[in-house]
């Protein structure tokens, strides 16, 4: 019975901590944030010569690597971030200094990333990434 009363005082600790009174610092404004979004782009995709029509890059290449965003000193990880099947991703973060990086799968190379990165609040900061699998 001790037991079941800790689980319960435990529950609703966390959720009464997610509740606001009038005297909150914030008042029960929302805290400001910026967003971070971009575009990946992965190929070659297909061994051989460039060609007019490259092999496209299946959704299954998007999804097995990640956006990595870091503190502004790359010491802790915050966040991942998943690429969708288009190679689109964002995340909302609260402004700050933040080192973004890539997950890779494989022998993947960029030289777009590690980068550092400043989001403001109520701005979109953009990162595209070019991924080079490696592939000749």
Same mark, same amino acid.
């Given at each position: 019975?001790?037991?079941? &009363?800790?689980?319960?005082?435990?529950?609703?600790?966390?959720?009464?901590?997610?509740?606001?009174?009038?005297?909150?610092?914030?008042? =029960?404004?929302?805290? %400001?944030?910026?967003? +971070?979004?971009?575009?990946?782009?992965?190929?070659?995709?297909? /061994?051989?010569?460039?060609?007019?029509?490259?092999? /496209?890059? %299946?959704?299954?290449?998007?999804?097995?690597?990640?956006?990595?965003? &870091?503190?502004?000193?790359?010491?802790?990880? *915050? $966040?991942?971030?998943?690429?969708?099947? %288009? =190679?689109? &991703? $964002?995340?909302?973060?609260?402004? =700050?200094?933040?080192?973004?990086? +890539?997950?890779?799968? =494989?022998?993947?190379?960029?030289?777009? *990333?590690?980068?550092?990165?400043?989001?403001?609040?109520?701005?979109?900061?953009?990162?595209?990434?070019?991924?080079?699998?490696?592939?000749?």
């Amino acid at each position: 019975m001790r037991g079941l &009363y800790s689980i319960a005082a435990a529950l609703s600790m966390l959720l009464n901590s997610g509740c606001h009174s009038p005297t909150s610092p914030d008042n =029960g404004v929302p805290a %400001q944030h910026g967003r +971070l979004s971009g575009i990946v782009t992965i190929g070659p995709n297909c /061994p051989g010569p460039e060609t007019a029509n490259p092999c /496209p890059t %299946q959704p299954s290449a998007y999804a097995a690597r990640k956006i990595l965003v &870091y503190t502004e000193t790359k010491s802790n990880l *915050l $966040f991942t971030v998943d690429i969708d099947s %288009q =190679g689109a &991703y $964002f995340i909302d973060l609260a402004p =700050g200094k933040y080192t973004i990086d +890539l997950k890779p799968s =494989g022998i993947d190379k960029t030289s777009d *990333l590690p980068k550092l990165v400043e989001i403001h609040a109520n701005t979109v900061t953009s990162l595209n990434v070019s991924i080079d699998t490696g592939i000749r």
